[in-house]
């Protein structure tokens, strides 16, 4: 009897793999994915052949000539296959520091992807030759930039800092205070940060680094309703944002030339270096009753000054054209906001100066920070 009712057991599971078999290929779906359930990060994006400098879309199309690429994570089970796009997509990837696995025709390389978190879904792009994989950049990326603000809005992977787009992927670092690394789930909206990334063509800014601030740090953290009047330069004019300060506007407002003629506000353009008179508003913005295009070496004595440039001269030193003078409370800082000497600094390097501006174009700098 057992004998019997085993024989049907297994015929049954033989016509059911019939079954199966009969039904032929499902359809394709792009990209695959390893897990579906996903308990840790997501990594997804697209993948292409070549050496860090060819284009993307080329190395993509060599890709897809070459039968495409397998991906999978270092360690863990399953992997999925990029599409006629070159894209991939794999959940379930550990949190906190993974290693990704590119394998095709000649291609057998790996990349590290760390700073992963619960729920968090990171977008990269990649180029792989050889035993080689490293994180692509668009065409469109532009020049260095660093920007000081804080958070107006979190989603996914990406962050709004004084009205500005900030864009993360694999390779961006978040470090806490203390510079120890953390987590993008570390940042909450309301929250100063210090960003240092890539400019992009749209106003973005791809981070390769995000680190928490504390909100009385720097200057330009008032408390509501103080008179500010402060010169630095306009880094967004939608919203407008000076200095790293969110600057509004209303009726009353002031809207001046150089020479003190009316103008409107098509006329601020990125960049521009102007003066702003008016009440510190929550969040660090300020409610303007005046901004004034200014030259960028003509600041009046005593007014705030912000600005970035290279080291001429260390003995006195200058930067930017401006002797740059300092106190015993002057803060000199590394790129990680560490404490250096000015002993540290070097004719051609790049700093953020933040300080008084004095009679002869010089300034009294609160601040003197290496940038990269």
Do not use: W, Y
């Amino acid at each position: 009897m057992a004998n019997r009712f085993l024989s049907l057991v297994t015929a049954a599971g033989l016509a059911l793999a019939a079954v199966a078999c009969d039904s032929g290929p499902a359809a394709p779906t792009a990209p695959n994915s390893i897990a579906v359930a996903s308990f840790g990060a997501t990594v997804q994006g697209t993948v292409g052949i070549g050496n860090g400098s060819s284009a993307m879309s080329d190395g993509v199309r060599a890709l897809a000539s070459a039968g495409g690429a397998k991906v999978s994570v270092v360690g863990r089970t399953g992997s999925t296959m990029t599409d006629g796009s070159g894209r991939f997509t794999v959940r379930d990837v550990p949190t906190g520091q993974a290693e990704l696995r590119f394998e095709g025709s000649g291609i057998d390389a790996r990349l590290e992807i760390r700073d992963l978190a619960e729920g968090q879904t990171v977008t990269i792009e990649v180029q792989v030759e050889g035993q080689k994989a490293t994180l692509a950049r668009p065409d469109d990326h532009g020049s260095e930039t660093s920007l000081r603000g804080r958070i107006d809005g979190l989603n996914g992977s990406e962050l709004q800092v004084s009205g500005r787009r900030v864009v993360t992927d694999g390779s961006t670092r978040f470090l806490d205070r203390q510079n120890t690394p953390t987590t993008m789930g570390a940042f909450k909206v309301g929250g100063m940060v210090q960003v240092e990334g890539i400019s992009r063509s749209d106003n973005s800014v791809l981070a390769t680094k995000i680190k928490q601030e504390d909100g009385d740090d720097d200057a330009g953290d008032d408390a509501p309703g103080i008179e500010v009047n402060f010169v630095g330069s306009i880094t967004t004019t939608s919203p407008l944002v000076v200095a790293g300060r969110t600057v509004m506007t209303d009726r009353s407002t002031r809207l001046l030339d150089r020479q003190n003629n009316p103008i409107s506000m098509g006329a601020f353009k990125a960049g521009d270096m102007v003066e702003v008179e008016g009440t510190s508003l929550s969040g660090n913005s300020v409610l303007a009753k005046k901004i004034k295009q200014e030259d960028a070496d003509d600041d009046a004595p005593g007014i705030e000054v912000n600005f970035v440039g290279s080291i001429t001269s260390t003995s006195p030193l200058i930067v930017a054209g401006r002797t740059v003078m300092t106190d015993s409370s002057t803060r000199l800082l590394d790129r990680q906001n560490n404490p250096i000497t000015m002993g540290a600094f070097k004719p051609g390097d790049k700093v953020e100066v933040e300080g008084s501006s004095l009679p002869g174009n010089n300034v009294l700098a609160k601040k003197i920070k290496r940038q990269d």
